[in-house]
């Protein structure tokens, strides 16, 4: 019995992965941070010991922050988005008429907070998902762009466990800077769906001895201009009335929103 003829292997042909992207080689840069490992001196010239744990996995977003692009159109905001001199980005971008482009993974931080604080937290892009809403500031939102929000609000929330009250917008975290997402954005309605939270329908009357500033505080603005903090709070939740002015229905909205943290 003839042997059989060998069969022909097929041709392997050299696989060239390319990383010529710019987002690409971003990725690239970090491997060298996430692989490192063994020991670091220390200033107290305690060399460290490496010994490698089996339990961990990816830290995840826990905020997600809500901007309005101020810009005319969706290309115009791709286009910052993906030039490096602007030095700002965002993981999504929500057009008028709801649909929905990411630029970044969830896992990676985008440049959209800036200078910015939430409570003791003074590095909100590292903790946040950061969401722009295709508006050019004055004009309202649409109910498609709000209804794919919600839908993106709602897979974030599930996915990270995002607590609801860490949904927030722009101006909360840079009152002194930021006047985004502005006063025409349906924050009542979100929070009527889980995300942010809302005063109640009845405000409580704050005690007379209320610390309105304590108590921005403690909600998570920073007062340092306490001006600025109020004009944020009043542009989150008394969007009729968007002033510096600490009346007694802002205290009591202030107390309202303070009993729920
Ligand atoms: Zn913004």
């Known amino acids: 019995m003839a042997a059989k003829e060998p069969e022909a292997l097929p041709v392997v ?47 995840k977003p826990n905020f997600v922050i809500l901007h309005h692009t101020a810009q005319d159109s969706l290309k115009q ?6 030039k490096t001199h602007t030095q700002v980005s965002a993981h999504y971008i929500i057009a008028d008429d709801g649909h929905v482009v990411q630029m970044l993974n969830d896992y990676l931080r985008a440049w959209h907070a800036g200078a910015s604080s939430w409570g003791k937290n003074t590095d909100i892009n590292s903790a946040s998902i950061g969401i722009e809403l295709d508006n ?77 500033e304590l108590a921005l505080q ?14 944020a709070f009043k542009l989150h939740y008394i969007p009729e009335e968007v002033n510096s002015i600490l009346d007694q229905k802002t205290v009591n909205t202030i107390y309202s929103i303070y009993l729920k943290q």
């Open 77 to 82: 905001t791709i286009d910052t988005f993906t």
């Open 218 to 231: 403690i909600i998570g603005y920073n007062t340092k201009n306490l001006n600025a903090a109020i004009t």
């Open 136 to 212: 050019n500031g004055s004009e309202p939102f649409s109910e498609a762009q709000i209804t794919s929000l919600m839908a993106l609000l709602s897979k974030l929330k599930k996915t990270y466990n995002i607590p609801a009250q860490n949904i927030i917008g722009h101006s909360d975290i840079a009152p002194s800077r930021k006047r985004d997402p502005s006063a025409l954005f349906p924050w009542k309605t979100l929070a009527e769906n889980g995300f942010g939270i809302w005063k109640d329908e009845i405000l409580p009357l704050a005690p007379f001895d209320f610390n309105a």
């Open 13 to 59: 042909e050299k696989v060239v992965i390319s990383i010529d992207t710019v987002y690409t080689k971003q990725l690239y840069t970090f491997k060298d941070s996430i692989f490192k490992t063994g020991s670091t001196q220390l200033d107290n010239g305690i060399q460290t010991e490496w010994i490698s744990t089996v339990n961990f996995n990816l830290r």
